[in-house]
């Protein structure tokens, strides 16, 4: 689990996932800190759907 918003973005933007051998996947990372509402990362909700939708398209380019 992300303690400050900044481990929170390095999470989801690792290039391994999960980003730590043995820890969370970044789905369960961005799951947990969406519920978590004493986690302060500023605009929370766009990083997250940010984070989505460039997954999203990087798996639909690998499709391609």
Same mark, same amino acid.
């Given at each position: 689990m992300a303690h400050s918003a900044q481990e929170f973005i390095r999470a989801?933007? /690792?290039p391994s996932d999960p980003p730590h051998p043995d820890g969370l996947s970044k789905v369960d990372i961005a799951?947990? /800190?969406w519920d978590? %509402?004493?986690l302060y990362v500023p605009n929370k909700e766009e990083a997250i759907t940010d984070w989505i939708l %460039?997954?999203?398209l990087k798996?639909?380019?690998k499709d391609a």
């Open positions: 989801l933007k /690792a799951r947990q /800190a978590d %509402t004493s %460039t997954r999203f798996d639909k380019d």
